[in-house]
């Protein structure tokens, strides 16, 4: 069977017939996955794809890696869900570690299902700590497809309605290619970081609850901050009694390179992080961490049937000991550099691309239709994603225009796993 009788399989079949459309699939013709091994995946036909996208970089540590595997079916043979009325050793567990490898004085985790709902744990916490509802976001930033994160969000795309919650202000986004103020960096002093104090002064009550932000915007087309940004703009946060929710959906578990988590390239601690995708590897979790005395602050009583479930909670156990002994935060550095080398080459070779950009395993590419007038050509990521497909290469693709290639490849990849992305990316961008 050909890749092109995917579009004709069963499991696409009948996912178009009994999936709500929203529940969408990439390229014209859809895969259907069948099976996985380190950076490679196989559809429903025996087509063999380098996998770029991880999942939406979640499979951090490659597909099916056997320490991870061994453990999920270790814990399944002994008990798979006791719910959190009941205390579990992988939890604990898993907690007391967590505790110990994230930056500053974060100490006591909620475990949930996904990074909407740590966000929404994170955002609950921030409002009961300081006492006050407003909650500062960025434009460009996405938060989750909840009722609260459709508001939080700062994409039009992700806004399947009108904001349902109140409280939530979109900043400026620390985003230079396309600087909302038309500035230029360094001349611009981070002037996007300082207008959020006008903007608390102007559009809120002036007693804000929290700063939530990614340390790179991820959805929003993997658009990293000046090295600045978040020093300005938490010192800003507190100077008027908020606290920073640090979102490390995408940004953790060493995919920034060298460090277990992203805000730690910018030398800033956070009073509360969350995090989900690739913290167990593709097993669904959500997990917020906060300061002892923002967690105490949660009293009474809030639940999560699935949280802390001893099979998704050992699976991330697993996850970092497989990141520790590998070394994959410092592989991610290594192997990140030798691919942003070769895109910044593709970047010279093809005017299409207007900007290259991210760190580590975390590497976006924005297309357009001309470098001066900075146009979005979502066009020519739709060809690059149809051809890169044809040569086996799988990648994301994001942004608020649809006009970036998202590439999050687990941080098992090798240097010549990058070279077979990106000769697949040159031949695909010589069609456009």
């Not at 909407?116 to 960025?138: C, N, P, S, V």
């Not at 357009?368 to 290469?393: C, I, M, W, Y």
Request: charged share 20%.
């Amino acid at each position: 069977m050909s890749a092109s009788e995917n579009l004709h399989s069963d499991s696409v079949q009948k996912h178009k017939d009994f999936l709500f459309p929203a529940v969408t699939m990439y390229y014209q013709e859809p895969v259907a996955l069948e099976r996985g091994e380190g950076m490679y995946v196989w559809d429903e036909s025996g087509n063999k794809y380098l996998d770029c996208f991880g999942g939406v970089l979640t499979t951090s540590v490659g597909h099916v890696h056997p320490h991870v595997t061994e453990a999920v079916i270790d814990q399944v043979k002994k008990i798979a869900h006791t719910s959190a009325l009941y205390a579990n050793g992988p939890q604990s567990q898993l907690a007391a570690k967590l505790a110990e490898i994230t930056p500053g004085k974060l100490e006591k985790s909620f475990f949930t299902n996904s990074g909407t709902e740590a966000d929404e744990t994170a955002t609950m916490a921030a409002k009961l700590y300081t006492g006050r509802q407003e909650i500062i976001t960025l434009r460009h930033s996405y938060s989750g497809r909840s009722a609260a994160a459709q508001t939080a969000a700062g994409q039009s795309t992700w806004k399947l309605l009108p904001a349902q919650v109140p409280g939530y202000i979109q900043g400026l986004a620390p985003y230079c290619y396309r600087c909302p103020l038309k500035l230029t960096y360094p001349e611009c002093d981070i002037a996007c970081a300082k207008d959020l104090k006008e903007l608390i002064e102007t559009s809120t009550s002036g007693q804000i609850a929290a700063f939530m932000a990614e340390p790179i915007l991820g959805a929003g087309g993997f658009v990293p901050p000046p090295k600045e940004y978040f020093k300005e703009a938490v010192a800003i946060i507190r100077q008027y009694g908020g606290v920073f929710i640090c979102d490390e959906v995408q940004t953790g578990w060493g995919r920034l390179g060298d460090k277990w988590f992203g805000i730690e390239h910018w030398d800033v601690e956070p009073d509360i992080i969350t995090s989900a995708k690739g913290m167990a590897n593709g097993s669904p979790i959500g997990w917020t961490i906060a300061r002892k005395e923002i967690a105490d602050a949660v009293q009474g009583l809030t639940f999560s049937t699935f949280g802390g479930n001893p099979v998704t909670t050992r699976a991330a156990m697993a996850t970092i000991e497989v990141i520790e002994q590998e070394n994959l935060a410092h592989n991610a550095k290594v192997v990140g550099d030798h691919l942003r080398e070769k895109l910044m080459g593709l970047q010279e070779r093809y005017e299409v691309i207007g900007d290259v950009r991210g760190m580590g395993l975390m590497q976006g590419i924005e297309f357009v239709k001309d470098r001066k007038t900075k146009e979005p050509h979502p066009q020519a990521v739709l060809k690059v994603f149809e051809e890169t497909k044809k040569r086996g290469v799988l990648v994301g693709k994001g942004g608020l225009y649809g006009n970036v290639i998202r590439l999050g490849p687990p941080l098992v990849a090798t240097k010549d796993n990058m070279d077979e992305l990106v000769t697949a990316l040159d031949e695909a961008l010589a069609t456009v």
